[in-house]
């Protein structure tokens, strides 16, 4: 009797525990390379779709046609609810774009039951180019942004979703997300958790540090400066040259840490963005260079052998094991929200920008031999800084979009990444880096530029593969099968060489 009754009680707790960590607490995943993805139900009887959660897009769009390689799409004939405007609305990206057409029907999160269905704006995508990549598991974006990003059309407004959900709680929500990359060191199918917060008081709000949301269009936010850190491991790199221009922006110097003014003014330049539909972290191309220049020697003085189409051109680098990496971490330093006269550091350690991209475990089956890819989880950007979900790995970020800020705490899954600071300086660094010049001309700044999901970078075509690591015993050089996904990053770099 009480056995059995501990029993229930025990089972009642674990499928409580289970369903707590498995049910609620990840409802996003995706395919490396390919952001993260989440359920909805859209319209009457629900037809469930997947769909990007995207920081750098506003407009909740999804396909209404079978594509090429995907016979899942939302059949509006079969929806009650819908209602159909008949407008039409585009959004163009970096690459990619798509024509569609604005109804509204009701929204709902099968992983969110708190969050209640509400009635929004769709864009119902008819037309795309070089928008939905092969192969993807997802069939729209949900965008989080701004309306000021939103997609257009002529006399037409496009609610977000959140401004509805907002409109109809009458308060503003704030969301979370949990992003965690690979699944383990054998699967490299990403995970992790959105969450919509309102009253939900943030666990330990002192361990949160805040960054200002600059300008509310995209999340812009002030990136200080983006450089490496030596690892805390055992000092595995002994090239004294190898950290000198970085260490001297955060030596503190007098209590006041040093900011090159330079390096933050081009950081700002056109835009630093939080964007959870791109992949890397994109940054000006200089910025890029010197940072993957310093990276490569950091690699080579600790006999880390990668080859320079991995370090500059998007290539993924192989390996019949797991790596584990005796590479510098990446520094993220950010304006501080209460003080424009600090900042704090995100420090990513190399599992962030070391990005899975295959995990494969030798298979008797099929023959095939185990083989775990990564490429650089960075890239030039042009003009732009996007801070993509490489660099959110491994944290919990918060985005208050009333409040206008976004909180970063360290969480429990994904990479080991760290927090540290705040540290001071001497001056505003909001007048110091120039973060809120006025913005040229808003309009067409928008229309030209809302490439938001630019995104999803992933697997380049073609692709070859290489690594030697420091014994000849890892050397492996295998031809992946040529991809049918486009990868927007190489696609860019041929723009700027051929400009
Ligand atoms: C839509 O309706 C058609 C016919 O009524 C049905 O065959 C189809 O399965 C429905 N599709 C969805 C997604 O419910
Ligand atoms: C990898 O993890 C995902 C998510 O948990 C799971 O659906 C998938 O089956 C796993 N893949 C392999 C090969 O184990
Ligand atoms: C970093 O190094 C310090 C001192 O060398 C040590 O106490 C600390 O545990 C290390 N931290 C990590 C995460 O390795
Ligand atoms: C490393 O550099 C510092 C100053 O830049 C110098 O004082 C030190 O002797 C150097 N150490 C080695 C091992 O070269
Ligand atoms: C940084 O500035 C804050 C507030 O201006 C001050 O309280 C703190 O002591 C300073 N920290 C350092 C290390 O100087
Ligand atoms: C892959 O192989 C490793 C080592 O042989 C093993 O520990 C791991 O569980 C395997 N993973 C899968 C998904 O088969
Ligand atoms: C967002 O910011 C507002 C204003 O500072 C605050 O009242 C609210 O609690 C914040 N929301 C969350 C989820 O932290
Ligand atoms: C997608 O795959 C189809 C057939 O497999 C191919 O014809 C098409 O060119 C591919 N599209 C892209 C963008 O790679």
């Known amino acids: 009797m009480t056995m059995s009754r501990i029993c229930v009680s ?11 960590c498995y049910g609620e607490e990840y409802n996003l995943s995706g395919e490396a390379g390919q952001a993260y993805a989440i359920e909805i139900n859209v319209g009457h009887p629900h037809q469930k779709l997947s769909v990007l959660v995207d920081t750098g897009s506003t407009t909740l769009a999804i396909a209404s046609y079978a594509r090429q390689d995907s016979d ?16 039409e609305v585009q959004a163009k990206y970096s690459q990619g774009m798509w024509v569609g057409r604005l109804v509204t029907d ?23 180019h070089k928008f939905f990549m092969n192969g993807s598991g997802w069939q729209g974006l949900l965008g989080l942004a701004y309306l000021p990003v939103g997609a257009w059309g002529e006399n037409v407004i496009v609610e977000s979703w959140l401004d509805s959900l907002d409109r109809m709680l009458n308060k503003p929500m704030s969301f979370k997300l949990k992003l965690c990359g690979a699944h383990s060191a054998y699967n490299a199918t990403h995970i992790g958790s959105f969450k919509m917060l309102e009253d939900d008081p943030i666990t330990n709000p002192n361990t949160m540090f805040r960054t200002t949301i600059l300008r509310k269009r995209w999340y812009e936010v002030g990136v200080i400066s983006i450089r490496l850190i030596p690892s805390n491991a055992s000092n595995t790199i002994t090239n004294n040259t190898t950290f000198k221009q970085l ?11 040093e900011v090159n003014q330079e390096t933050c003014t081009k950081l700002n330049d056109e835009k630093s963005i939080v964007d959870s539909g791109t992949t890397n972290i994109r940054l000006p191309d200089l910025l890029f260079r010197q940072v993957v220049d310093e990276l490569r020697n950091a690699a080579q003085a600790s006999n880390v052998l990668i080859l320079d189409e991995v370090w500059y051109h998007g290539e993924a680098a192989c390996w019949p094991e797991p790596q584990e990496w005796s590479l ?13 006269r600090q900042y704090f550091t995100l420090e990513l350690p190399p599992q962030n920008y070391m990005r899975v991209v295959t995990a494969r475990n030798s298979s008797e089956h099929s023959g095939s031999v185990s083989e775990f890819c990564y490429k650089l989880g960075l890239e030039a950007g042009g ?10 790995e491994g944290f919990e970020v918060l985005f208050n979009r009333s409040a206008g800020w976004i ?5 429990n899954c994904g990479p080991n990444a760290r927090i540290s600071g705040p540290y001071n300086f001497s001056r505003s660094l909001v007048t110091y880096c120039q973060l809120t010049r006025p913005v040229i001309d808003t309009a067409i700044s928008i229309k030209a530029a809302q490439w938001a999901l630019c995104v999803v970078s992933i697997i380049a075509g073609g692709v070859l593969v290489y690594l030697l690591a420091p014994c000849v015993k890892m050397m492996l050089v295998k031809q992946m099968p040529s991809s049918p996904q486009i990868s927007l990053s190489q696609a860019a770099l041929f723009e700027q060489e051929s400009a």
Do not use: H
């Open 72 to 87: 899942i799409y939302f059949q509006s004939k079969n929806s009650s609810s819908i209602y159909d405007s008949a407008k």
């Open 328 to 340: 510098p971490w990446l520094a993220v330093d950010l304006l501080n929200d209460d003080n424009d």
């Open 247 to 257: 260490t001297t922006d955060s030596d503190a110097k007098g209590g006041f840490s």
């Open 10 to 20: 025990f089972a009642i707790f674990l499928f409580v525990f289970l369903s707590k």
């Open 407 to 411: 909180g970063f705490q360290t969480s």
């Open 106 to 128: 009701f929204i709902q999160f099968p992983s969110l039951p708190s969050v209640p269905e509400v009635r929004s704006d769709i864009a119902l995508i008819t037309k795309s």
């Open 383 to 392: 003009k732009e800084t996007v801070l993509g979900y490489t660099a959110m």
